[in-house]
T-cell receptor, first 116, second 114 residues
C-alpha cells in the first residue's frame, strides 16, 4: 500500500521568509512518481511538479525548489522569499507507474499562510 | 475545451436523493480518475477508467456509488440515496497516457447533502 505523510498541518510565515514543506512517502514499487499540488482558496488543484523515482536531481523553478531524497523517502518543497499569493493548501502525492496504479495517493495537505 | 470540465459546479441534494455528476475530460485522454475530497482532507481515489473500461473501483465507498464512461470520453459518477457523509468535492482528472503524464484535474463538483 502507498502512503504519504505531511506531518506539518499549518505553517504561518511573514512575507519574504523561506519556507519548507515536508513530505515523506511509503511504497513498495520500484517505479513511482511524486507530485506537489497547490490548492488556493478557489479550490482548483494546480500542478507544480512531477518527479519519477529514478531522477533524484533536485529541481528549481523560480522561487520553488524540490529536494528528493530516496534514502529517507522524502520529497520536500521549499518556497524562497514567500509572497502572499503563495497562501494555499499544498498537497504531496504519490503514484505507481501505469494504468490503475497511476492513481494518486495524497497526503492530508499543509495550509500555508503568508502574512504581509 | 482546453481543460477538464465538470458539472454542475455546485449541487445541493436532500438526503436520500440520487445525484449524477458529469466529467468531460480533455479530448483523446485515455485515463480518467474520480476522487473525493472531504473538507480539510486530501483527495481520495474513487475509481479509474482506461477508455471505456472501469479497471479499478476499489475506492468507491459503498454500493451506492456507481461510475460509467460508456464511450470512453464523458464520465458520470452517480450516487444513489445520498447521505450526509457523501458531502464533499468530487474531482475528475484525465491523462493522455497510461503513466499519468499530463495529469489534469477539473475544478470539481461540490456536493452538499442536507
Amino acid at each position: 500500500a502507498q502512503k504519504v505523510t505531511q506531518a506539518q498541518t499549518e505553517i504561518s510565515v511573514v512575507e519574504k521568509e523561506d519556507v519548507t514543506l515536508d513530505c515523506v512517502y511509503e511504497t513498495r514499487d520500484t517505479t513511482y512518481y511524486l507530485f506537489w499540488y497547490k490548492q488556493p482558496p478557489s479550490g482548483e488543484l494546480v500542478f507544480l511538479i512531477r518527479r519519477n523515482s529514478f531522477d533524484e536531481q533536485n529541481e528549481i523553478s523560480g522561487r520553488y525548489s524540490w529536494n528528493f531524497q530516496k534514502s529517507t523517502s522524502s520529497f520536500n518543497f521549499t518556497i524562497t522569499a514567500s509572497q502572499v499569493v503563495d497562501s494555499a493548501v499544498y498537497f504531496c502525492a504519490l503514484s505507481g507507474a501505469t494504468g490503475a496504479n497511476s492513481k494518486l495517493t495524497f497526503g492530508k495537505g499543509i495550509t500555508l499562510s503568508v502574512r504581509p | 475545451g482546453a481543460g477538464v470540465s465538470q458539472s454542475p459546479r455546485y449541487k445541493v441534494a436532500k438526503r436520500g436523493q440520487d445525484v449524477a455528476l458529469r466529467c468531460d475530460p480533455i479530448s483523446g485522454h485515455v485515463s480518467l480518475f474520480w476522487y473525493q475530497q472531504a473538507l480539510g482532507q486530501g483527495p481520495e481515489f474513487l475509481t479509474y477508467f482506461q477508455n471505456e473500461a472501469q479497471l479499478d473501483k476499489s475506492g468507491l465507498p459503498s454500493d451506492r456509488f456507481f461510475a460509467e464512461r460508456p464511450e470512453g470520453s464523458v464520465s458520470t459518477l452517480k450516487i444513489q440515496r445520498t447521505q450526509q457523509e457523501d458531502s464533499a468535492v468530487y474531482l475528475c482528472a484525465s491523462s493522455p497516457r497510461l503513466d499519468n503524464y499530463g495529469y489534469t484535474f477539473g475544478s470539481g463538483t461540490r456536493l452538499t447533502v442536507v
